[in-house]
Each structure stands twice: as structure tokens, then as C-alpha cells.
T-cell receptor, first 111, second 115 residues
Framework: SQQGEEDPQALSIQEGENATMNCSYKTSINNLQWYRQNSGRGLVHLILIRSNEREKHSGRLRVTLDTSKKSSSLLITASRAADTASYFCATDSYGNNRLAFGKGNQVVVIP | DVKVTQSSRYLVKRTGEKVFLECVQDMDHENMFWYRQDPGLGLRLIYFSYDVKMKEKGDIPEGYSVSREKKERFSLILESASTNQTSMYLC??????????????FGDGTRLSIL
């Protein structure tokens, strides 16, 4: 069953602005991951946050996790045209690498 | 570099045909997965495998079967293709059940059209 669910919005921003996406889930998790998908391509792993972590950074990416609210957010700072993609959150509730993906959030960065 | 290769990027088949989608990974990963991706529905897990000759049903296994005869290869089979199986199919692999918190690595997908 689907666990991760992003806010179902398409985001259009100017290059240099920040982009924020949210994800909510329903049951307890072991970790939460974010993936990016460029048009016509497979998904690429961006970042993983464990259930006992609250915030994690990787380059221009910042992920937060609030297990009390069962939600996560992905922030991309100083966006670039190359950040145009769909972004998916995925939860691992089984501890065995089986992931439940959300529906994705499309981001368009205008040069 | 990690690589998951799906045999076809685009495939057109007819209703009732038996369709094979092939996926090969070169990372010696134990876990392999098949998803389908449809607009507005995200990725849905069809089948996965933790080892050779082992398979488990995902969330939407009806109308599909899988085969894993070798560790590096995971095949998805549409026994009798139907138009509602027109979709993007994504294969993924990850290291091991014994090593949780490993990311999944995806192929570029096969866009399958059933006429």
C-alpha cells in the first residue's frame, strides 16, 4: 500500500529561488528517502533520513523529518534549471528495502 | 558505476500477447524490484525478489509473473497483455536485505503500449 504521499502540487519557480516539497505517510517507518526523476528517465536517489534523525543536509538539499506528524519536507536551495524534475518520497516500513513511493511532485525551474 | 539496464526503452505489443520485460544489474545486488508508473498514481510495486529463484508479490501482482534464474537478471512477464497494462515499467535493485537503508538504483524504464 502507498505510504509516502507528497503534497500534490506542481511547483514553478525562478532560478535562484528555493523549492520546498512535503510528504506525509501513514504508519511507522524505518527511514524515508527522496528520489528525483528527470523526464523520461529512471529515479535517482537523493538523500535518506533515518527515523531517529530530524534533519539532514546534502549539498543544496535539506530534508526534515517529523515522526510525530508523520511528515517530511525536501528543500532545494538556490534552484537551477537542471533541478527541473519530479521528486518522490519513499518510506521503508519493513526494514528490508521494500519502499512505498508517493505520487511525486513536479518542479519546474525557469531560467 | 552502478548500472541497471532495461532491455527496451519503448515496446508496442498486441492484446493477448505474452510480453517479457528484461532487467539486468551489474552490482551484485541481492534485491530486485519491478514497478509500474502511471500519471497521478506514482510508482506501484508489482513484484520483488531477494534472491535467485525467490519472488514475492507486491501491491499489484495480478496479470504479471516474474522470473529470477540468475542473480543479475529479473524478468517481468505479462502472461496475456491487456490494454490496462499500458504503462511505464521501472526496474530497480538494491544491495541486500541484511543492509537496510541502502538506496534503490533504477533503470531508465520501458514504456509499454498494448494495442
Amino acid at each position: 500500500s502507498q505510504q509516502g504521499e507528497e503534497d500534490p502540487q506542481a511547483l514553478s519557480i525562478q532560478e535562484g529561488e528555493n523549492a520546498t516539497m512535503n510528504c506525509s505517510y501513514k504508519t511507522s517507518i524505518n527511514n524515508l528517502q527522496w528520489y528525483r526523476q528527470n523526464s523520461g528517465r529512471g529515479l535517482v536517489h537523493l538523500i535518506l533520513i533515518r527515523s531517529n534523525e530530524r534533519e539532514k543536509h546534502s549539498g543544496r538539499l535539506r530534508v526534515t523529518l517529523d515522526t510525530s506528524k508523520k511528515s517530511s519536507s525536501l528543500l532545494i536551495t538556490a534552484s537551477r534549471a537542471a533541478d527541473t524534475a519530479s521528486y518522490f518520497c519513499a518510506t521503508d516500513s519493513y526494514g528490508n528495502n521494500r519502499l512505498a513511493f508517493g505520487k511525486g511532485n513536479q518542479v519546474v525551474v525557469i531560467p | 558505476d552502478v548500472k541497471v539496464t532495461q532491455s527496451s526503452r519503448y515496446l508496442v505489443k498486441r492484446t493477448g500477447e505474452k510480453v517479457f520485460l528484461e532487467c539486468v544489474q551489474d552490482m551484485d545486488h541481492e534485491n530486485m524490484f519491478w514497478y509500474r508508473q502511471d500519471p497521478g498514481l506514482g510508482l506501484r510495486l508489482i513484484y520483488f525478489s531477494y534472491d535467485v529463484k525467490m519472488k514475492e508479490k507486491g501491491d499489484i501482482p495480478e496479470g504479471y509473473s516474474v522470473s529470477r534464474e540468475k542473480k543479475e537478471r529479473f524478468s517481468l512477464i505479462l502472461e496475456s497483455a491487456s490494454t490496462n497494462q499500458t504503462s511505464m515499467y521501472l526496474c530497480a535493485s538494491s544491495f541486500s536485505v541484511a543492509a537496510p537503508r541502502q538506496p534503490q538504483h533504477f533503470g531508465d524504464g520501458t514504456r509499454l503500449s498494448i494495442l
